[in-house]
């Protein structure tokens, strides 16, 4: 029993790690007092507060009349996984909100760990909170790695398509990841599976063949009335293959980012974090009649 712990122990912090580590160090994740889903405290070091990103007076524009909800991955939160879009889509006139999901207790900074499905229950108290602040019947969704998954779960089993006009999903594990193989390790590790459903339950949900994404994406992956763009790179080292991220259906844009840019060298986590042109082919899914090509010179 010792050494079946052990062993487990000894895989479970390599495949946290490696299903999505989508934020920076834990020193800068966001002002002190940031109150996980809520609008952030006046504080002069704030980004989020000084951008007007999480800014619960902001009201929709004829311009961008829906707000923007983003959705950060595995191990991320609601500030440093956002601080690069967030800003990006403020300067360009969207009332932008962010949220925290997937909390562990006892675990701060680090979200998205929690059962996917009860995120979802999260997310969809969450927008509503944000429609009815902003007095809009729809919001548009932007989720990175497992938060563009995730987002799919709150469309098709609590009430989110009829509340979402566009998802965007920046390199999402739409069909789950075997992490070039790693996953399959599991079954060398007797007990390992059991401890990683109890623990992090929110790991478990994205091996590809899980429960839930088999449920998520039986009868096909898209739903009626909902926009959706998916942005991989082929570079990704998480989502693999990376064509896993991608959606079949309906009013389905899939992207590879290096086909707009070949020269583009993102990875999962910088995709959501830096890309510059991750950033305006987003832009582009949220306003696609005022879309520009998008190019290595996009910013």
Not at 119 to 134: E, G, I, M
Request: charged share 15%; aromatic share 6%; hydrophobic share 40%.
């Amino acid at each position: 029993m010792k050494l079946r712990w052990s062993r487990t122990l000894t895989l479970l912090p390599a495949l946290a790690l490696a299903l999505g580590v989508t934020t920076t160090p834990a020193a800068a994740a966001g002002p002190p007092g940031l109150r996980p889903g809520g609008p952030p405290p006046r504080h002069p070091s704030s980004s989020a507060v000084s951008s007007g990103w999480n800014n619960y007076s902001c009201k929709p524009s004829a311009a961008h009349p829906r707000p923007v909800i983003l959705v950060h991955g595995t191990l991320g939160n609601s500030i440093d996984n956002w601080l690069g879009l967030a800003p990006y889509l403020v300067a360009r006139g969207y009332c932008v909100f962010s949220l925290d999901y997937g909390q562990l207790p006892g675990v701060p900074f680090f979200h998205g760990l929690g059962a996917v499905d009860a995120s979802a229950r999260q997310l969809a108290a969450y927008v509503d909170r944000v429609l009815a602040a902003t007095g809009t019947q729809k919001a548009d969704l932007v989720g990175h790695s497992q938060g563009g998954m995730m987002s799919r779960v709150y469309l098709k089993f609590h009430g989110g398509a009829g509340k979402v006009n566009t998802l965007v999903g920046l390199a999402p594990d739409n069909h789950g990841t075997d992490l070039n193989g790693l996953t399959r390790l599991l079954d060398h590790f007797p007990g390992a599976k059991r401890y990683i459903d109890k623990l992090t339950p929110g790991l478990s949900d994205q091996i590809a063949g899980s429960d839930l994404l088999n449920r998520l994406n039986e009868g096909g992956d898209t739903l009626p009335g909902v926009h959706y763009t998916v942005i991989a790179t082929k570079y990704d080292e998480v989502v693999t293959p990376y064509r896993s991220a991608f959606l079949d259906g309906p009013d389905v844009r899939n992207v590879v980012l290096q086909d707009l840019c070949a020269i583009d060298l993102s990875e999962h986590v910088a995709i959501g974090l830096i890309d510059r042109v991750a950033f305006h082919e987003t832009a582009n899914a949220l306003d696609p009649a005022h879309a520009t090509a998008t190019n290595c010179l996009s910013g």
